[in-house]
């Protein structure tokens, strides 16, 4: 699985697609379009959680392994698979955290 993240001001991002968490959520249970979608993974950073958050996901000064596991809540999409996203890639965008690659 790949993932292509653009949300480069998340503490997950490496600031070139790249994610540290070894795994995200996607929520939006009754998304309909990618609009109703999210990054439930997203953490600004900087914010006040980032470093708790953070710490759960990644270890310091290692190089992203790359995400592991997708767990989707968007029941509607069709690579939703009992919550796991079977798309080969997905793409998170730049300006809300949302799934582009939600289709139904």
Do not use: W
């Amino acid at each position: 699985m790949a993932l292509n993240c653009q949300s480069y001001d998340c503490v997950h991002n490496d600031k070139e697609g790249k994610c540290f968490a070894k795994m995200i959520a996607v929520g939006g249970v009754n998304a309909q379009t990618t609009a109703g979608t999210t990054c439930d993974s997203y953490v600004l950073a900087g914010s006040s959680q980032s470093y708790e958050f953070a710490s759960e996901f990644m270890e310091a000064h290692k190089v992203p392994s790359g995400v592991r596991s997708i767990k989707c809540a968007a029941k509607n999409c069709k690579y939703n698979r009992n919550q796991d996203c079977t798309a080969t890639t997905v793409e998170i965008d730049n300006q809300n955290a949302r799934c582009e690659t939600f289709e139904q």
